[in-house]
């Protein structure tokens, strides 16, 4: 990874965005340098980044080897951050190689875990505070979810102006809700930025289905357009999209079906079925777009939706290529082949369970019911 000018993000802040009072006065580049000024635009915290960060490998996450994958590779494929109990050695490495994210109103409580080159860029940048020897990241400012959310955004902004970060040239101009203890709203973060600070992000995905009795139950699957940033040209569900500040569960999945699958609202307000939600812990890969070994903390909201034969899923933006009504057999050969983009495959495993398809004589079904569901260390919704 090339160097971070550090001088060069803090220079945006200023000059390139709306000031809050707390932030004190820049000089402007036409200002001499005063005694205590360096002509080296490299900062000590620059230096001591990059001296830090060559030394520092961290293993690039990657998909499961091709090949017929099982359910439980699926389900490891998306749940990826380890688990204390099943590797306690690890767990806590990668914890301890983490900066942990926190606000100044609860600063006892985590509410994500940064990458220690991605926590480089807030160093010296007005309110914010990095604890190095206790590994934290703390947002100082902000009484109100407002004050804080102003904050995240204009540091977010200033993040995506240097155009260091590959993640932000994908910004959405969409706000992702962060929580705090006691469920309340912290704060509002770019839905582009939210692997960077490794906060729960929240998303609603759908399976709709057809039932005959000649021919069973068939599942409705879109390809995903190849020109999209993440996953592009995988296998998806019928139906799926992130959770927006102030937007209701039942609201999104609504949305997202009239954009998606041409899905008449009415229909699905009365008959899409709220049937749980699948949790899991992702390290990103290059198939996600941008940075590998983000976190990305998910908790998505699952849908069931039962069609007649007659009404037919149709894309109407430029997100999905197509759909097509596939068989259970299809589907269980499509996961095996590695086809679903990860967090779809362990949606439709949930749907497979719920629906009698995965049974208990199926392998490793206890673990895999139980990962289908993992707690989050995090404060949630």
Request: hydrophobic letters at 35%; a negative charge.
């Amino acid at each position: 990874m090339d160097s971070l000018n550090l001088s060069g993000l803090r220079s945006y802040l200023p000059k390139s965005l709306p000031r809050l009072p707390s932030w004190p006065q820049v000089p402007s580049d036409d200002d001499e340098p005063g005694p205590s000024s360096s002509a080296n635009p490299t900062s000590t915290s620059e230096a001591a980044f990059n001296e830090k960060h060559a030394s520092m490998s961290f293993e690039d996450p990657s998909p499961i080897p091709p090949g017929p994958k099982s359910y439980l590779d699926l389900i490891n494929e998306c749940d990826n951050f380890p688990y204390y109990h099943t590797n306690p050695k690890v767990y806590l490495s990668h914890v301890n190689t983490y900066y942990a994210l926190h606000v100044a109103k609860s600063p006892d409580v985590e509410v994500g875990y940064l990458l220690p080159s991605v926590v480089e860029a807030f160093r010296g940048l007005p309110d914010w505070s990095i604890n190095d020897s206790e590994r934290s990241l703390t947002l100082l400012v902000g009484e109100t979810e407002a004050e804080r959310s102003k904050v995240i955004a204009l540091t977010t902004q200033a993040m995506r102006e240097t155009g260091y970060f590959q993640v932000l040239k994908g910004w959405r101009n969409e706000l992702y809700p962060v929580y705090g203890p006691n469920r309340e709203l912290l704060f509002s973060i770019e839905r582009a930025a939210s692997a960077l600070f490794g906060v729960v992000t929240y998303g609603c995905h759908m399976t709709a289905y057809t039932r005959s009795e000649d021919r069973g139950l068939r599942i409705w699957v879109p390809r995903r357009a190849v020109t999209k940033q993440t996953y592009g040209g995988m296998l998806d569900n019928t139906v799926a999209g992130g959770i927006a500040t102030g937007e209701s569960v039942l609201g999104s999945i609504v949305r997202e079906a009239g954009e998606e699958a041409s899905l008449p609202e009415d229909m699905v307000r009365e008959k899409a079925k709220a049937v749980g939600t699948v949790t899991y812990f992702h390290v990103r890969d290059r198939r996600a777009g941008g940075e590998t070994g983000l976190l990305q903390p998910e908790c998505q909201y699952v849908y069931d939706l039962e069609l007649e034969d007659d009404v037919v899923p149709k894309p109407s933006d430029d997100e999905v290529e197509s759909f097509e009504l596939k068989s259970v057999e299809e589907v269980k050969k499509d996961l095996r082949d590695g086809s679903f983009k990860p967090n779809c495959a362990v949606v439709l495993l949930d749907f497979f369970v719920r629906h009698g398809i995965i049974t208990a004589e199926d392998e490793d079904y206890v673990e895999l019911v139980a990962r289908l569901h993992r707690r989050l260390e995090f404060p949630t919704q």
